[in-house]
């Protein structure tokens, strides 16, 4: 595919250095020297200095040809300015614009075909609230995700030294009443999509996938000592912190939000009913400590500093927090992080290269998530009714060493597939996919040449 991503800031140039990665023509638009400067230092895709609202920049940078628009620059109306020329230099390529004003995403008539014809809309603040609500649900998780409108679930779960499961081999797994499936391992930095001999140790994250139904089932299997969830402190009153406040508004969670400025908190708390507004500075230990912060089982930390939220976790984490859920966009600290003690990371920029890469799988693909590290990911397909995988028992399926089924969803019925298990034409699938295997897997997902 040939892709064009206008604007080069750190949401841009990750999604064009995934791209180059899987050798997509990408090329990137940005008015800034010094960031087109860095892109030809460090990836391979063609870059252009000039503004994505320019008609001549587009068509210099070949937009007639090319299958996608990716619009990430900072400026809304830019995004969408650039949308608008895209839909009128080339009708039929897919759209993407990165919006962050909720004015703007109120008026969804804005972004139809009939105007702006935008395919789809990346909001990072409105997908990071979501995986927050998420993992409230599931308070001993470090990661959920959500396939098949939700009755089919993703679950992250750590394991620690004294789990019944550190040693145990995924055989043992099946001996269990609800029989969980482990969808990929994540060892030392590493993702491991696994066979039936291998074994959890301890420090692993494994990805459990869940049926909506037998969650509780699961939570206890993994996390027996968890309790129900009581106490949240939200640090930061930004788009993020603000729209997480007014969700935990309508729940009987005790919350608090905690914002050094002083208009955020006026403005917060003439809209919350139940959530507590506090002035006040998340570095300030004193003040986490008169509020009671010692056995709150969550602090999530979304200010627009990443340092400082890191630090503001680690000292949240010395003064007895439970949990803590921390916004850090550079995709370099990530990895880090765990080890340092910080529990669960929201990155918005993993968030936009998620919106996206389902248009550049190959196949009937619904929806995909990367996978902790991106070396692997979960994706969610229709499976076509001329591809090889459908009509026949699934020990008979040439699978790519690397993936794995997770689940067929098949109407209402939801199906944790075995070796004679058939899936058949418009089942989704739920699948887990090492990066190195996906161009094979496309291949099984897509339609037969013989087909035609």
Known sequence: MKIII?????V???IAQRLSEENQDVVLIDKDPQKIRRI???????????????????????????DMLVAATDSDEVNLIACLLARHLNHYMIKVARIRNWEYLAEKDLFDKELLGVDHIINPQSEMVDLVLDLMEVPGASEVINFADGRVKLIGFNICKDSPFAGSDLLS??????KPLIGAIVREGQVIIPSGEDTIQTDDLVYVVVRSDGLDQVTKIFCPHEETLRRVIIIGAGQTGSALAAALDKTRINAKIIDKDTDNCSKLAETLERVVVIEGDGTDKELLQEENIQGTDFLVVVTGDEESNILISLLGKGLGVKRTITRVSKLSYIPFLSTIGIDTVLSPRLSAIRAILQYIRKGKVISVAPLKGEYAEAIEAEAL?????????????????????GAIVRGDEI?????????????RLIIFAARKVLPRLEKLLTVKLEYF
Not at 6 to 10: H, R, S, W
Not at 173 to 178: D, G, P, Q
Request: avoid cysteine.
């Open 6 to 10: 206008v604007g080069a800031g750190e």
């Open 12 to 14: 841009g140039f990750h």
């Open 40 to 66: 030809n230092d460090h990836l391979d895709v063609q870059a252009f200095l000039g503004s994505g609202t320019s008609p001549n920049v587009l068509k210099d940078s070949g937009i007639k040809e090319a």
């Open 173 to 178: 797994l099946k001996e269990l009443e609800e």
């Open 385 to 405: 009714e001329t591809s090889d995988i459908v009509n026949i028992p699934l020990h008979k399926v040439k699978f790519p060493k690397g993936a794995i089924l």
């Open 415 to 427: 199906i944790i597939p075995k070796g004679d298990s058939i899936v058949r034409p418009n089942d």
